[in-house]
Every structure is written in structure tokens, then in C-alpha cells.
């Protein structure tokens, strides 16, 4: 039961395993029906098929039930029961699990071996707070580490609380599958957007309880807060990014004849570097501003010093390392779209899915598997309990 970007992001990695996935969005409640996301950006396919639902929603069956209606419960739980199902996931607020009859008790009940995972905000014990993924990166320390240090809080370019979290439902369905197959019990997993997003603040965190310089733990621009002098330079036709992360590589760097400049007995170590960066970025950045681009990285290469030149959207799908490793779509048209790649590659996964279907297309053909007559379907259809 899913919508928007952060259960949808999972849903699609069991797609491309190959699992059935059967996605219900509700009826009625105003407004446009089904997910919120079917409507937003530029029309591609249709009205309720834009660019942004397109990606996360491939390779997935679509139904749509009333499930304020006990109908449309009974209606759940017979799909649960006759279709055997292994998952039921959920990215709705906890406070509606019981009312809408999609609590762990209750489909557990209905499939012991159930494996149940729910994503929101901030978990069962903050079960009215909507998740959203801006919110919580502001609330969770994101937008004060990201940014121009004399500039404001910065949301970050994608929505990766959204896709933690999505990937957190991943990897602990996984392990849920594994614990069922030693136990034969089902379990129910909670997932925090906010308890996700500050497990990933290891680099940041644990430094307050070191008395840190306030500098270490809020925004740094593009430098490196630990690793001196990694940041962007610019060149004669462009910006290029450079990592340094030891000694060695700086004293690589410092021997090349365009850098020179650089070399000073008290830059040495990551320490001594730490105590003059302002000044090292100035130097470097000098250096680099003499040279073009193909000669800044061919000097870097040289030295092999990590670097990559700023790349846009554009070249990025036309990476040489990444041409054959994007998953894809066909649209009604017959369009191919190239979409991104598969985070690891799988022999037997599925790179190309079927392109979303429209809001209900299948719930008359889930209904009729699992064993209601037409005569039903219509009725149900009817009193708003279904759409199709």
C-alpha cells in the first residue's frame, strides 16, 4: 500500500528480483484519486502517468481498494490468504494501520508467517507525523551539514531520506525471508525515516562527544571537512573535483612540476594541512585556474590522485561505465526510456519492467484470481469499494 517516493523506491528493487508486486492505492478521499505522485511533472503517457511516478513504478501491478469500507478490508485479506503472499509493506501514518485493517496483528492474523514493513516518519510512537523527505532532512541534521559555510541550511540535491528508507525496507524484508526460512515466523518491521537518516550521520555525530570545533560537525561547501585539501578547483573551461585522503597522495601531488607551488615542509601531514587550508586551497586553486581541464586531469591521472570533472545529468547517462548497466522502460508509444542502473549487478535480475499501469487497471483481474464473480466486482465497483 504504497505512494509517493520511499516505499515505491523499495517495492521496485523486489520488482527487479522478479517478485510479484502488487501495489493498492486508495479510493475516494478527494482530490485526485490514487498515489500523488501519478500526477506530478510533465505529462509522458497520460494524465495520472507523469515523469516523476514513472521510474519507481515500473514492473508493478496496480489495484485500488477503499479500505475504510470492511469490504475493501475483506477484500485485502483474501488476496493476502489466496495469494499466498510473502510481503505487505505500507508508507501510510501509523495512527490509520488499525482502522484501515493493515496493522501486523490483524494481517498476521490472517497469514501467520506474514512478513510486515511500514515506513514513517518517526516510527509507531509518533503515529500522527506525516513523513516528507525535506522535513526530515532539516530535522535530522541534513541541511546544516550541506551548503556554502557563509551560506544558509541547503536541502540536499535527491531525496535520499526517501531512498534510505526504501532501502531499508530491502535489506531488512531480506533478512526477515532468511529468519522465516530457519523459523517459519513472520515479523513486523517499523521503519523511522528520522531513526534512518542519523544512522547515517557517522561521520558528523559521534564528534560531539569529542568536544569538536564547531567547524567539523556544519557546512563545508564542496571541501572535505577531515581530508585536506580535497574540494573543487576551477580550471580555464571548467571545475574539477580532488581527493586527497593520505600523505602520500599529497606528496604525489606537491612533486608534480604544475603544482610545485604547493610543496611546504608544514603541509606534510593531514595535521599540518588542517592548521594552513584556507591557504592550500588558495594555492591549488591558482594552479589549477593556469591549466585546462584535460591538463589538470591528466597531471592528477599521472600522479593517480582521485579526480572527476563535474558532470552533468547528460553525460552521466552516457557513462561509458554505466551504458550498460541502466534498466529501462517501454512507454505506450513505444518509447524505450533509459532509467538509472541497479545499485549491484545480478545475473538474473530484471532490467527491463513493464511500464506502470494505470490507477486500478488490475484490480478486476486480481479480484477474479482470488475468487470473485463478476457479479461481485461489479457491485463492489458500484458502492466505491474498488476502482478500475
Known sequence: MEQALSLPSATLRFAQLGWRVIRI??????????????????????????????????????????LKDPRGQAA?????RELKADVFCCNTVPSRYKSLGIDYATLSSVKPDLIWAGISAMGPAYPDMPGYDPVTQALAGYMEVTGD??????????????????????ANVMLALLERAETGKGRAI??????????????????????????????????????IPTNVYPARDGFIYMAIGSDVQWKRLSE?????????????????RTRDRESIYRDIGAATARMTLAEVVADLNKATIPNAQISDLNKVIGLEQLRDKLTGTVMPSGKTVRMQPQAVDR?????????????GEDTRAVLAEVGYAQSDIESLARDGVIAT
Not at 76 to 80: A, Q
Not at 347 to 359: I, N, Q, S
Request: proline share 8%.
Open 256 to 272: 608534480l612540476p604544475s603544482f610545485a607551488s604547493i610543496a611546504r615542509p608544514e603541509r606534510a601531514t593531514n595535521e599540518g
Open 76 to 80: 485485502l485479506h483474501r488476496m493476502v
Open 347 to 359: 545475473e538474473d535480475a530484471r532490467t527491463g519492467l513493464h511500464f506502470p499501469h494505470k490507477y
Open 190 to 227: 517499523d521503519v523511522s525515516m528520522l531513526q534512518a537518516a542519523a544512522s547515517w550521520l557517522i561521520t558528523v555525530l559521534p564528534l560531539i562527544d569529542f568536544n569538536c570545533d564547531p567547524i567539523e560537525i556544519t557546512r563545508a561547501g564542496n571541501e572535505h571537512r577531515k581530508f
Open 149 to 170: 559555510k557563509t551560506g544558509p541550511p541547503t536541502v540536499m540535491g535527491l531525496p535520499v531520506i526517501d531512498l534510505k528508507a526504501g532501502d531499508e525496507v530491502y
Open 25 to 66: 492505492e486508495a479510493v475516494g478521499g478527494g482530490g485526485l484519486p490514487g498515489d500523488p505522485n501519478r500526477y506530478i511533472g510533465s505529462r509522458v503517457a497520460d494524465d495520472d502517468r507523469r515523469s516523476y511516478f514513472i521510474a519507481p513504478n515500473v514492473g508493478k501491478e496496480a489495484i485500488a481498494l477503499n
